[in-house]
């Protein structure tokens, strides 16, 4: 994939600075927060621009996974580069997954952020996350493997599913790829059918201000800033330990593999800056798809690691549910041995794939692995229930960086990644998707 001159120096030239998109949600995020400190009522009703965003951007994931996954590996036309592909993806998965729970069992271990609060689980409101503990009985192994596959085809792409989607996307892939030249004509059709849906992306991104307003608005009026305070230590804990995995662990790798994790970070700030005023790295999984093909790293690669990293590389979220678990069994004077604690990473492992980037998925899961480890009370989520839509947008913006270096890595392990124009997109030598759209 070459750099386009048409791309890299856009006829009408750059937009001014207030045009730029990462500079609105900066604004736009601002704002939401000093209209829900100041007037929570007010704040607390904005909620469905919010909603009604994240809503238009689903509206979307689903044909746009389909048809850049199906484009991939029908153009690829060797199947033995698609299974090496997802092999390569799925080890990387599996072992940086592993890291994120470790490291949030250290960090537990270490800080104790729910040492000496001595709380009584049976004073605790258990009402509160009965609704998240029901969500978590209904997962089941078999459950979580029979839903992957959809009732009909047409079903996987609008019941919002994204591992329905990847199941059927991959499969009508390898199919085209099959029949070879026959399905050229079909291939083709589904490349001009993917520039018309990356266009609709750029013109729902238009409204990702309005967004951020009215969710950071909602979450700020509803909750507080104050309600922080109650839980700092935790927070700021989560906080620490996520940055820290970002600089230094995904640091490391991106050093390894030739690039700076900062300036893959100042690329994508944009859809940063979404994420954390929407609260949900699904918002942004359009535009990192479009992204991440403009700094050179090939389609079909791109069309398999970030859909599919999406439901199984989630290492904020790891990070997060052995760092809530071991608060929570701290909090009520629960000591956990070694071996419980290690059972309970090994479920942690288990219940988090398949979460989706979407805002209470990693409270879902939490309660799926408290209830198969019955020495932590369920009911001690009602702790961390207040500050859990701000560690979200933390969980978040972690499984949205950890995505991106994963992408380039296994890009970079392929030897498929055209370097010239990743380092130009990283220097900001190739537009932004919005200036170029």
């Known amino acids: 994939m070459k750099i386009d001159p048409a791309i890299r120096s856009p006829a009408s030239g750059p937009k001014p600075w207030y045009a730029q998109l990462y500079l609105q949600v900066v604004f736009a995020i601002t704002c939401g927060v000093l209209v829900g400190h100041f007037a929570p009522a007010t704040g607390a009703a904005l909620q469905p621009l919010g909603d009604a965003f994240i809503k238009l951007v689903k509206m979307v994931i689903a044909p746009v996974i389909f048809l850049t996954i199906v484009t991939g590996i029908a153009g690829m036309r060797d199947l033995k580069?698609?299974?090496?592909?997802?092999?390569?993806s799925f080890a990387y998965f599996l072992f940086f997954s592993t890291v994120a729970l470790f490291v949030g069992l250290i960090v537990a271990n270490t800080i104790r952020p729910g040492a000496g609060l001595n709380?009584?689980?049976?004073?605790?409101?258990?009402?509160?996350?009965?609704?998240?503990?029901a969500k978590a009985h209904e997962s089941t192994v078999t459950g979580f493997l029979t839903a992957i596959i959809p009732d009909t085809f047409m079903s996987s792409l609008t019941q919002g599913n994204i591992l329905q989607v990847l199941f059927v996307s991959i499969?009508?892939?390898i199919s085209l790829a099959l029949v070879g030249d026959r399905g050229a004509k079909i291939l083709d059709l589904l490349d001009d059918v993917s520039i018309v849906f990356f266009k609709l992306v750029s013109i729902v991104m238009k409204a990702a201000p309005i967004g951020a307003f009215g969710a950071m608005a909602f979450t700020i009026?509803?909750?507080g800033v104050g309600t922080l305070a109650n839980l700092a230590l935790l927070v700021g804990t989560f906080y620490l330990t996520s940055a820290l995995f970002v600089i230094v662990v995904l640091g490391s790798v991106a050093r390894l593999a030739g690039f700076s994790i900062f300036r893959l970070i100042a690329y994508l700030k944009a859809e940063l800056l979404l994420v954390l005023g929407t609260s949900s790295s699904e918002s942004a999984l359009p535009s990192l798809i479009e992204k991440m093909e403009r700094a050179g790293c090939p389609k079909s690669i791109v069309g398999l690691v970030v859909p599919t990293g999406y439901s199984f590389n989630l290492d904020g979220t790891n990070i997060y549910m052995t760092l809530a678990a071991l608060f929570i069994a701290q909090a009520c004077n629960v000591d956990l041995t070694l071996g419980q604690q290690l059972l309970l990473l090994g479920v942690a492992m288990l219940s988090s794939k398949g979460a989706a980037g979407v805002t209470g998925a990693g409270f879902i899961t939490l309660?799926?692995?408290?209830?198969?480890?019955?020495?932590?009370?369920?009911?001690?989520m009602a702790l961390i229930l207040g500050v859990d839509r701000f560690m979200s947008e933390c969980r978040s913006?972690?499984?949205?960086?950890g995505n991106a270096v994963a992408t380039v890595v296994v890009s970079r392990w392929e030897g498929a990644l055209d370097k010239a124009q990743f380092d130009a997109a990283l220097s900001g030598r190739v537009p932004s998707v919005e200036t170029a759209g």
């Open 171 to 173: 499969l009508f892939g």
């Open 119 to 133: 709380i009584d689980p049976s004073t605790l409101d258990a009402t509160k996350v009965s609704e998240f503990a």
């Open 81 to 88: 580069s698609v299974g090496r592909v997802a092999a390569k």
């Open 397 to 401: 913006l972690t499984n949205f960086i």
């Open 221 to 223: 009026g509803k909750y």
């Open 367 to 380: 309660a799926a692995t408290l209830s198969i480890v019955p020495s932590v009370p369920v009911a001690g």
